[in-house]
T-cell receptor, first 118, second 114 residues
């Protein structure tokens, strides 16, 4: 079974600095997607960034970028120029191929709580 | 606003009771997923429907059931509720069950069982 592990329950960063959140996963599949979701105190799950496993290029969305290491099954999130609004829970998620019992559902890590200090 | 609507936002009920959570997906989305977020189990996939049919099952208890109606809204029914069922229940929708589709989440229903 696929698993997603986030080894940092909490992280802290100074405003305007850079922080990296770690995520590792386990799968025997070669075709899958990886995501980072943000959950602020409002509870809304917000998609931050996604990576397709067959693409070697790391995804980037403005201040957010990933370091995708397929062989190592590692998928870290880098937040540059951190802002107070970045404070939230961040969840790493895996989505497998669409066959068998998997129909696109997400498998989530336990999350990392990010605090941003002014 | 993701376009996915969940009602109610909060629900408090007693053990042994039954509740129904409702989800209206984004316009045009055929696929609906239900997730449970609890402190001890984290975010877990419960069940998925696609265009009215059940497509995949995750860690859903037998006391729980769901359905998707012809207008594509979905309901999650939780019965014989226990204290441990207290959690945030999310609905997510996507346009299809295809590979390159993004799931949009509702704001969740906070269920408290007392």
């Amino acid at each position: 079974a696929q698993t997603v592990t986030q080894s940092q329950p909490e992280m802290s960063v100074q405003e305007a600095e850079t922080v990296t959140l770690s995520c590792t996963y386990d799968t025997s599949e070669s075709d899958y997607y990886l995501f980072w979701y943000k959950q602020p105190p409002s509870r809304q799950m917000i998609l931050v960034i996604r990576q397709e496993a067959y693409k070697q290029q790391n995804a980037t969305e403005n201040r957010f970028s990933v370091n995708f290491q397929k062989a190592a099954k590692s998928f870290s999130l880098k937040i540059s120029d951190s802002q107070l609004g970045d404070a939230a829970m961040y969840f790493c998620a895996y989505r497998g191929p669409f066959y068998g019992g998997s129909q696109g559902n997400l498998i989530f890590g336990k999350g990392t709580k990010l605090s941003v200090k002014p | 606003d993701s376009g996915v609507t969940q009602t109610p936002k909060h629900l408090i009920t007693a053990t042994g009771q039954r509740v129904t959570l409702r989800c209206s997906p984004r316009s045009g989305d055929l696929s609906v997923y239900w997730y449970q977020q609890s402190l001890d189990q984290g975010l877990q996939f419960l069940i998925q429907y696609y265009n009215g049919e059940e497509r995949a099952k995750g860690n859903i208890l037998e006391r729980f059931s769901a359905q998707q109606f012809p207008d594509l809204h979905s309901e999650l029914n939780l019965s014989s509720l226990e204290l441990g069922d207290s959690a945030l229940y999310f609905c997510a929708s996507s346009v299809s069950a295809g590979k390159n589709t993004e799931a949009f989440f509702g704001q969740g229903t906070r269920l408290t069982v007392v």
